[in-house]
């Protein structure tokens, strides 16, 4: 492959839409309330919308033929890029906002650097997706602080989410050694720029909506070097199930 | 790089252009929609270049499929291409498109600001597409489809979609 880096950079980013949109997806008509069953699968909606260019230009990088379902569909799971978090069950809906929130205010500050990208194609893919995920951000941070500083079990639940995930945000904020030689060439994001203002922005919401944060040092990672929880089997068995059952299936 | 907005469409395009109705609004053509970005007829072929109003919108490859075959009942060839920049905006929308919209029982975008304060919750602005009047309220921010939210009004009761301001 010409640009082995280039291809595995925008996995980083395509994978943790993907399989965050997959966990969404399990929630369809089954969201504790009609209108937030419809919420969380939009959100799904726009974030495969958004991993289907990716996936595209990752498989014209590819070559052989290769189309964005062969990207999506048929890799094993060490070749999945996504960060543990966003691989981890949906619980309780306190899980759901907690998980999707920690990964909004990521995901937006994220896009906000990739419109600067000198690679026109994610640059464009991120000026696109950036509107998306503003709406995304906005929901689940109202949710954060509805529940948070609703009645005392809305709050324990909200607290013990937000604890429960607090380990996986460290990932975030990991770069590997691509990302590091796509940072360089100007195409990739230095996270580190914004890792400071992603913890203030988290720790003034939290702290709004009444909970407290997290001392925890402990962080949980892997997933951006492809080694997974025991979750992301049972995501992927799901996922590729028609293709590995039907090779080739079309419709 | 500067970025052309104004959509380079041939003339003599236009008119089967406005035959394609957005599947989703199907009172609403591709031009009211502002999706279009070009077409131009070179050598027989139609050239096409379509932008999507949101990234996952599944209404895409229908519209493709339909600006196809209507070029076709035309006796010509379209090849149609997905484009992402610049990015779609609801001011791409036509002012005739916002009337339909709002005929057929959506509201169409407001102005920015306005649109914040209403899909915040600071505002009674958006106006109920049945009775016409403002005493309504968010009910959520996502709708039946990726680029909706869902109103009540307070008057006349009926719930109503809105159309979110995208910018």
Known sequence: ?251 | MTIDLHPNIDENLVQILEEVADPEIPVLTVMDMGVIREAVARDGVVYIKLTPTYSGCPAMDVISDDLTAAFKKHGMEARVELVLAPAWTTDWMSEAGKRKMEAYGIAPPLEETADKDALLGNARIVKCTNCGSTNTRLLSQFGSTACKALFQCDDCQEPFDYFKCLK
């Open chain 1, 1 to 251: 492959m010409k640009n082995q880096d280039l291809y595995i950079y925008i996995l980083g980013i395509a994978d943790n839409s993907l399989i965050l949109g997959q966990r969404l997806g399990e929630l369809c008509g089954h969201g504790p309330s009609l209108e937030t069953d419809i919420a969380l699968t939009n959100i799904a909606l726009d974030l495969f919308g958004q991993t289907r260019s990716y996936y595209r230009y990752a498989a014209s990088l590819a070559g052989e033929g290769k189309t964005e379902d062969d990207v999506a569909m048929l890799r094993i799971e060490r070749d999945y890029r996504n960060v543990l978090l966003v691989e981890q069950p949906n619980t309780h809906f306190g899980h759901v906002i907690a998980r999707q929130y920690l990964f909004d205010v990521f995901h937006f500050q994220l896009m906000t650097a990739l419109v600067d990208s000198n690679d026109e194609t994610l640059a464009a893919v991120a000026a696109k997706g950036i509107k998306e995920v503003g709406y995304h951000k906005r929901f689940s941070g109202d949710w954060l602080k509805r529940l948070g500083d609703g009645t005392g079990e809305s709050h324990e639940k909200m607290q013990e989410a937000i604890d429960h995930f607090w380990p996986y945000i460290a990932e975030l904020f990991d770069t590997t050694e691509s990302d590091e030689r796509m940072i360089e060439s100007g195409v990739g994001v230095d996270v580190a720029t914004f890792r400071e203002s992603y913890y203030s922005e988290v720790t003034d919401q939290l702290k709004e909506a009444t909970l407290t944060v997290p001392e925890n040092p402990y962080s949980k990672k892997g997933g951006k070097q492809g080694v997974h929880s025991e979750h992301m089997g049972y995501i992927l068995t799901e996922l590729q199930y028609m293709q590995r059952t039907y090779p080739n299936l079309t419709w």
